[in-house]
C-alpha cells in the first residue's frame, strides 16, 4: 500500500476519534454543571491537559464553560477543535475515495456538515441541554462511522491502519481524561470522598461510556483506585488503554506480518514493551508511582509509537 494512503486513512480514523473524545471532554464538565454545587466545576484544566492554554488564554483569556466550549468545539482556527478534526477528517476520505467505501464517504461528509451547522447556529450556545445534545450526537456520528467503516470496508492493510490510528488515539484521550480528573480537577483535598467527588468519578466514567460496565462487572462503589484500575487496566473494556493498545499491537503485526511478541522494528519494539507493562503492572503499584506521573508517562509513550509509525510508514525517504 502507497504510504500517502495508509497516512490518510490512519490520520481520517484517528481525527475521527479525536472529535468524539473532545465531545467527552467537555461532556464531563458539563454534565458536572447539572448536577454539581455552584463552584464545583473548574474548565481550565480541560485546556491545560490538550497542551494549548497559552494558546487559549491568548485568545480568549478567562476559562469559562463558553470560552472552552467554543475553542474545543468550534474553533475553525484551533487544529484539534471538533470542527478542525472533522475537516482534516474530511479531506482525508476525499484524497483515498478510490479505497475506502462509498459509505464512509458519505458517513464523514455528513458528520462534518452537522458540525458545520451547529457551529453556524446563533443558539446553541446558550441552551446547555443543546450543547448536550450535541456532544451527543458527535458521539453517535464518530460510531456510525466506525461501525461502517467495520461493515463496508476490505479488512486489510488499509483498515489496519485505520484501526491504529483511532486506537492510539481512544487510548491517549482515555489517559488524559483520567488524568484530568485525577491531578487538577477535583477543587480542594477536603472534597475528597464527598459527594461531589463521587459525582465527578461518575460523571468521568460515563464520559468514557464506562459507568454502566463499570458496575456490570461487580463494582457496588464508585472508589478512585477501581475506576482507574477499570479504564487503564482492564483487557476486555474497548475504551481502557490497556484493550486499545493491545488491539493496535495486533492490527500492526498483521500489516508488517510479524509474530506477536517479535520486535523486527522500532514501532513493534516499542508498542510491544507498552502492551507487556501494561498486562502485568498492578493497579497498586500504579498508585505507588503516582497516577498522574504513570498517566503523563503513558501519553509520552504512545506519542513515541506515533512518532515511530509516521517514520516507518509514512516518512519520505530523503533524497539521495
Not at 446547555?128 to 486489510?156: C, Y
Amino acid at each position: 500500500m502507497l504510504s500517502r494512503v495508509a497516512n490518510s486513512i490512519y490520520w481520517l480514523t484517528r481525527s475521527v476519534e479525536r472529535a468524539e473524545n473532545v465531545a467527552r471532554f467537555v461532556e464531563v464538565n458539563l454534565n458536572l454543571l447539572l448536577d454539581a454545587p455552584s463552584g464545583g466545576t473548574q474548565w481550565e484544566p480541560i485546556v491545560l491537559t490538550t497542551g494549548d492554554l497559552p494558546l487559549f488564554q491568548k485568545r480568549y483569556g478567562k476559562a469559562t464553560g463558553g470560552s472552552v466550549t467554543q475553542f474545543l468545539a468550534f474553533d475553525e482556527d484551533y487544529a484539534n477543535s471538533i470542527l478542525s478534526c472533522l475537516r482534516s477528517a474530511r479531506e482525508n476520505a476525499r484524497s483515498v475515495r478510490e479505497v475506502i467505501s462509498s459509505e464512509m464517504w458519505q458517513q464523514v461528509n455528513s458528520f462534518y456538515l452537522m458540525v458545520v451547522e451547529a457551529a453556524q447556529s446563533n443558539t446553541l450556545m446558550n441552551d446547555i441541554s443543546a450543547v448536550l445534545r450535541f456532544f451527543e450526537e458527535v458521539k453517535l456520528q464518530s460510531h456510525l462511522f466506525s461501525g461502517v467503516m467495520d461493515a463496508t470496508m476490505t479488512h486489510n492493510e488499509g483498515w489496519h491502519f485505520g484501526q491504529i490510528g483511532r486506537l492510539i488515539e481512544r487510548a491517549d484521550k482515555t489517559a488524559r481524561i483520567l488524568d484530568v480528573k485525577y491531578y487538577i480537577l477535583l477543587p480542594s483535598v477536603k472534597d475528597v470522598g464527598s459527594s461531589l467527588d463521587e459525582l465527578q468519578w461518575i460523571a468521568l466514567l460515563k464520559s468514557a461510556s464506562a459507568y454502566e460496565m463499570y458496575r456490570k462487572q461487580g463494582q457496588h462503589r464508585i472508589s478512585p483506585k477501581g475506576v482507574a484500575e477499570f479504564l487503564i487496566l482492564d483487557r476486555e473494556f474497548p475504551r481502557s488503554v490497556r484493550s486499545c493498545v493491545l488491539e493496535a499491537e495486533r492490527s500492526l503485526h498483521h500489516i508488517t506480518g510479524t509474530p506477536i511478541g517479535s520486535g523486527r522494528i522500532s514501532v513493534e519494539r516499542s508498542l510491544g514493551r507498552l502492551r507487556a507493562d501494561l498486562d502485568y503492572i498492578t493497579i497498586d503499584e500504579i498508585v505507588n508511582v503516582g497516577l498522574h506521573q504513570f498517566l503523563e508517562s503513558l501519553q509520552s509513550r504512545m506519542n513515541d509509537v506515533g512518532d515511530k509509525i509516521f517514520e516507518t510508514f509514512f516518512a519520505l525517504e530523503p533524497a539521495a
